[in-house]
């Protein structure tokens, strides 16, 4: 039987990720590209189609449809991206048809954390699960609901953006919202902690930083004990909301960040009432770094079994 393979395209503000992966979640080929400052679609799709081309003639493979993780709100029955707050020119694009059109491929659309929750669901922590969570937290903060085994898009494809959740009626903004989650533990206050605890040019990457938690470096704890605190002020609402049995957590700020994870939990129970963490789990994310891109493919897999 011939293996079927999907290209999943992960594009987020930081980087932007391409691979291969089969019907089975083995990823072939993948490869990241940082995204375009200017983060116009025709930057971003000038190095999306370089790493595809490269991909497709270093594998001689014939991929049979994309799926993409678009960056911010999505609108599936419409096909657009509704709004994208670190690309701000993307306000009703239609993604979709124009990565389809420009590849010749059917091509499948998903919110970038949705499709993470997607992958993770299909071959990764969430598998067997029916009610849970999954929250990725890099340069912003996203999310993916899940219930009774299904995706929970919304009224109009809208849900799931946890990186909103309201801490505080003031504060630090993202995306023009005062006082929510993704202004707290985002990518840019994330850099702006490091400046401050870190002032002699060297500037410790999230994955320098989760090294140096492991290692039992002080200041890289302050900051991911920091971390850990404002995400569990959020979940707790998540929590008494939905009532999930697991909280899945990816992205790059916490890929591996054991130290970060556990505070997490810690902070969460004792946040949350008992009577909804007494059987919760919080679970990191299998997929890994390419985690956006088995995501992508399995947004292309899923309406297509």
């Keep these: 039987m011939k293996t079927r393979i999907a290209l999943g395209i992960d594009i987020g503000g930081t980087n932007t990720k391409v691979g291969l992966v089969t019907h089975e979640g083995e990823s072939i080929a993948?490869?990241?590209?940082?995204?375009?400052?200017?983060?116009?679609?025709?930057?971003?799709?000038?190095?999306?189609?370089?790493v595809k081309e490269d991909l497709l003639s270093r594998h001689n493979v014939t991929p049979e449809g994309i799926g993409i993780g678009a960056p911010g709100v999505v609108d599936i029955d419409r096909e657009i991206v509704v709004?994208?707050?670190?690309?701000?020119?993307?306000?009703?694009?239609?993604?979709?048809?124009?990565?389809?059109?420009?590849?010749?491929?059917?091509?499948?659309?998903?919110?970038?954390?949705?499709?993470?929750?997607?992958?993770?669901?299909?071959?990764?922590?969430?598998?067997?699960?029916?009610?849970?969570?999954?929250?990725?937290?890099g340069t912003g903060v996203g999310g993916a609901i899940f219930i009774d085994g299904s995706l929970y898009r919304g009224s109009h494809g809208a849900a799931g953006e946890m990186g909103f959740t309201i801490l505080s009626p003031d504060g630090p903004q993202a995306g023009g919202t005062v006082g929510v989650l993704e202004a707290y533990i985002g990518r840019r206050s994330f850099d702006e902690e490091v400046c401050k605890l870190f002032p002699t040019g060297e500037f410790p990457t999230p994955r320098k930083i989760t090294q140096l938690a492991a290692e039992g470096e002080e200041r890289a704890r302050f900051i991911q004990s920091k971390i850990a605190g404002y995400l569990a002020e959020a979940a707790a609402t998540w929590v008494h909301l939905l009532n999930p049995e697991a909280i899945v957590i990816g992205g790059g700020t916490t890929a591996g960040a054991d130290y970060l994870l556990a505070e997490f939990e810690r902070k969460l129970r004792d946040r949350a009432r008992a009577s909804h963490t007494r059987h919760l789990q919080v679970l990191p994310g299998k997929l890994g770094y390419f985690a956006g891109v088995l995501g992508a493919a399995a947004a292309w897999f899923s309406p297509h079994e």
């Design 30 to 50: 993948r490869e990241t590209v940082k995204t375009p400052k200017s983060r116009t679609l025709e930057d971003v799709m000038r190095v999306v189609t370089e």
């Design 83 to 137: 709004e994208a707050p670190n690309f701000p020119t993307w306000t009703g694009l239609p993604l979709r048809r124009i990565i389809s059109e420009r590849f010749n491929l059917p091509a499948e659309m998903e919110n970038d954390v949705n499709a993470f929750g997607l992958g993770e669901h299909l071959w990764g922590a969430a598998q067997g699960l029916h009610n849970f969570v999954a929250v990725a937290v």
